[in-house]
């Protein structure tokens, strides 16, 4: 059964402050209420051993019980301000113990305390409710209990309803009626003047309510007695209505929100080392090393899974150590949850019934690393993966996308938790990673799921802390699920269209070796460096721009330079574009064709780049070249699956401009997007002070090459090389630019400012880019820091509006249950494979759902087109 406990924070510590002499540490920050504070809290957790926890904190002085009596709590002493001081740092010991805690404006925690107790007693939850306040034994039931403090800060008395009646002779809900008729010092509650304890409770167990006691004012013996009652009818009311703790609190969690995580001790024992707690250190020492190292794990080696055995939650391990798991075998499977540790063949766990309906139950919760490694793995299976509400990886990915490695072993060794050896230490390494014996695999799996299992509610805590939960659950968790459904599905190829066009590159590539021969005078090997440095620089007499070792360099930076030198430099970088393309792009795609498929499998990466764009990997279907001809062609051998279906591509329109014109908030920006203008048609005109009419070619492609480099910190310099104009030019460009959308000059700095301050950058959806160097005394250190702060809000926007668009639309196409796929994703763009029948449908369902991802105060635009093949499509 669960087991909440629910701690009255600021009862609590005036309770230490007071009972405790005024400690402080070396740098005079006094302590001695974080103390008392922190003593109670463990004695707390570890007496009770809750499920889920709470600390309720007043928010301030004022309450809705103050329009009823303006007076209420007024007679009350300032606090202290060394009390006052040392209430944040308690709210460190709770975020360092991974207990919530939540303070509501206009209530008291008792009315949180209220609330939250009603719901879990509602629920059949048991609940424990510590307090030095009696008032909250009004609350007490067969299911809710409170331990009053009576002395110290330990030393408390337990009161269910037994022992309300055995010490007041009181129902628990007449302590509200004794409060009404007593009153309550400490609150200011009137009550009436002359009635103490005694009197209250002998009326009470007379009468039973206040409103009884008012009732039968004739039958009360006592002259004084029954004046007092008369005079002070609606005030013995009121009073009651003062001391009635509120239990509809409006409140924004729910209770499994206050499931009780397991803590990094670690982190609680460097805070207590900075608060000078050693005698709580000392304590924990034994406890550091038992939560830190397990020497050994039981589980169980299962041959014949039971549903018993796949509670919720489970963390599941799908062990694919290939790099490629589209082509891999599984090595094997665990499952660890609160029930224990299980390792599960793969036959045995594919063959039995139980593990496969509860691999594809939705309502049955399970934590994972890399869901889509999993997904795509038991996929290939024949199985669905569902239920999946963690992944350790993409978590680890948004609390820090700059931490170089996200392996299960790095983030427990990160956050202290010396669990699982790294896959190497166990597998080998390159050409010597092996499958090891069944028992070094079963406990190499066991220990990975125990990492994922205890690290889950830590993990997420931090995400809530950085406000980025939602994140997580809303966009990245559904969105590995919809990666590894288009993984698994592919994208068809036609592989003679393939050979087709690379005969094509064969003749073109053929063609620029006679005319380069000719150009130079004479044959040589075009492909290498030696043959052509002498022939550029010595017989034709170019330049030299750079040189090597081994000779000149002919890189293509170079070339580029050169390019309007002779007429042999253009030949030979359209020869090696061409050759590339030949030879990743051709060559490469049709090795990556699957066997049985007939289709390209693509492994989308989605926790890797440090701005949330996702990349494509064996083969990289983001990177084929579109500038040029012959790279678009070959989009043309990707093909729809199914006979009489297209392919349809719906393509963001200027997403990062549109970003910044929202981010900066500039209104010369905004009216181009919210006018549905060509925004650098717009730019020039403003820049240029020109006419709509007047807008030369050369003019839009300044504005557009400014437009698109701005948020990049683009310099003179760069702008000047891109446009061919001089530095000088490029600067009045900028600077030109930047007068015509003052915003946007004004967000370049707030955002470097926003960087420098805290040490990253977010995007709208509260994805983090730490940048360290901000401060950086090396120039170009800063520099690039300063460009990335710019820039990263921006492009992080972009990719997580392009992801949201790829869930929403997923589930649209599930909901209304078309047939229609999605396929993939480059850059902004999605494409699809369609029916015939759905065409017009997702002609206007596609677009609509990605206009409506997120919004801007500009819109968003998308473009569609569809076509026979991917080419078509544009």
């Not at 007679?75 to 308690?90: A, M």
């Not at 007041?168 to 007449?174: C, E």
């Not at 990915?397 to 790095?410: F, G, K, N, T």
Request: charged share 30%; proline share 4%.
């Amino acid at each position: 059964m669960s087991k909440l406990v629910l701690l009255d924070g600021n009862s609590i510590a005036y309770r230490a402050f007071f009972a405790l002499p005024l400690l402080n540490n070396d740098k005079g920050v006094y302590t001695n209420a974080i103390y008392g504070f922190t003593t109670m809290l463990l004695k707390v957790l570890e007496d009770e051993d809750p499920s889920h926890v709470l600390v309720a904190f007043d928010a301030g002085k004022t309450t809705f019980r103050h329009d009823t009596y303006s007076e209420y709590k007024s007679g009350r002493e300032k606090t202290p301000s060394e009390l006052s001081e040392q209430l944040p740092v308690i709210r460190e010991v709770l975020d360092v113990f991974k207990v919530p805690y939540i303070e509501k404006e206009n209530y008291e925690a008792d009315d949180i305390i209220g609330t939250l107790s009603k719901q879990a007693e509602d629920e059949n939850w048991d609940v424990r409710i510590y307090t030095g306040d009696r008032d909250l034994l009004q609350l007490v039931s067969p299911h809710v209990h409170v331990s009053f403090i009576k002395k110290g800060i330990t030393n408390t008395e337990l009161y269910d309803p037994d022992a309300i009646q055995e010490r007041y002779g009181l129902a628990p809900l007449q302590i509200t009626d004794m409060k009404g008729l007593m009153g309550d010092s400490s609150d200011n509650i009137p009550g009436v003047p002359g009635i103490g304890e005694k009197t209250a409770l002998k009326l009470l167990q007379e009468y039973g309510s206040v409103d009884k006691v008012l009732e039968s004012i004739d039958k009360i013996s006592g002259k004084k007695m029954k004046e007092r009652l008369e005079e002070n009818k609606e005030q013995a009311k009121m009073s009651k209505e003062l001391a009635i703790i509120y239990r509809n609190t409006p409140l924004d969690l729910e209770l499994q929100q206050l499931k009780h995580e397991d803590y990094d001790v670690k982190e609680v024992t460097d805070l207590f080392r900075e608060l000078e707690f050693q005698t709580l250190l000392n304590k924990f020492d034994d406890v550091d090393e038992a939560q830190q190292t397990f020497d050994e794990l039981a589980y169980k080696h299962v041959t014949d899974v039971q549903e018993d055995m796949l509670v919720s939650p489970s963390a599941l391990v799908v062990e694919v150590p290939e790099e490629n798991y589209h082509h891999g075998s599984i090595w094997g499977i665990a499952v660890i949850n609160e029930t224990g540790r299980y390792f599960i063949s793969t036959e045995d766990a594919l063959q039995s019934e139980a593990f496969q309906a509860w691999a594809k139950d939705e309502s049955k919760e399970k934590y994972t690393f890399d869901t889509k490694r999993a997904v795509v793995a038991l996929g290939w299976k024949g199985l669905e993966l569902r239920g999946i509400t963690h992944d350790t990886l993409i978590a680890s990915y948004l609390i820090d996308p700059s931490v170089s490695s996200h392996h299960v072993s790095d983030i427990a060794k990160r956050r202290n938790l010396q669990v699982v050896d790294t896959d190497e230490a166990v597998y080998g390494k390159g050409a010597k990673r092996t499958k090891p014996e069944e028992e070094a695999l079963a406990e190499h799996l066991i220990r990975k799921g125990e990492a994922v299992y205890r690290l889950q509610g830590k993990i997420e805590a931090d995400l809530k802390q950085n406000e980025q939960l939602e994140l997580f659950k809303e966009l990245e968790m559904p969105l590995s699920l919809v990666l590894g459904q288009m993984e698994t599905q592919g994208i068809c190829v036609d592989r003679s269209q393939l050979e087709v066009i690379g005969e094509e590159l064969d003749g073109r590539l053929t063609e620029l070796e006679k005319e380069i021969y000719k150009q130079a005078g004479r044959e040589f090997n075009i492909n290498s460096p030696k043959q052509l440095g002498p022939i550029l620089f010595e017989e034709l007499g170019l330049p030299a721009v750079k040189k090597t070792k081994t000779g000149y360099s002919t890189s293509a930076d170079v070339l580029e330079k050169l390019s309007d030198q002779h007429e042999i430099i253009p030949s030979l970088l359209l020869y090696r574009q061409i050759s590339k393309l030949r030879s990743t792009y051709i060559e490469g795609l049709l090795k990556v064709i699957h066997p049985t498929t007939g289709k390209i499998h693509t492994m989308f990466n989605q926790a890797i780049t440090q701005t949330g764009r996702l990349s494509s990997t064996e083969p990289n279907l983001q990177n084929i070249p579109i500038r040029l001809e012959e790279g678009r062609r070959i989009r043309k051998a990707f093909i729809p699956s199914e006979s009489g279906w297209s392919i349809l591509s719906a393509d963001y329109s200027q997403i990062e401009l549109r970003v910044l014109a929202h981010i900066a908030d500039d209104e010369g920006l905004k009216e181009a997007f919210q006018n549905n203008m060509d925004i650098h048609t717009k730019t020039a005109m403003d820049v240029f002070g020109a006419g709509h009419d007047e807008v030369t070619s050369n003019m839009r492609r300044s504005a557009k090459a400014v437009n698109f480099g701005i948020v990049y910190g683009i310099s003179d310099y760069g702008l000047s090389q891109s446009l061919g104009i001089t530095r000088n030019e490029a600067k009045e460009f900028i600077e030109s630019y930047l007068k015509s959308y003052p915003n946007v000059q004004n967000y370049m700095n707030e955002i470097k400012d926003e960087a420098r301050r805290d040490g990253f950058v977010t995007t709208l959806l509260h994805r983090r880019r730490y940048l360290p160097d901000m401060n950086s005394r090396n120039f170009n250190q800063r520099s690039f820091a300063e460009r990335t702060a710019m820039n990263t809000p921006i492009q992080g926007t972009a990719a997580d509006i392009i992801k949201k668009a790829m869930v929403d639309v997923s589930r649209a196409l599930e909901e209304k249950g078309l047939k229609s796929r999605l396929l993939l994703q480059v850059h902004d763009e999605l494409i699809f494979e369609v029916p015939e029948n759905e065409v017009k449908t997702m002609q206007e369902l596609v677009p609509e759902l990605m206009e409506q991802t997120i919004e801007l105060s500009v819109p968003l635009k998308a473009d569609v087109a569809q076509g026979p093949t991917w080419y078509d499509a544009k």
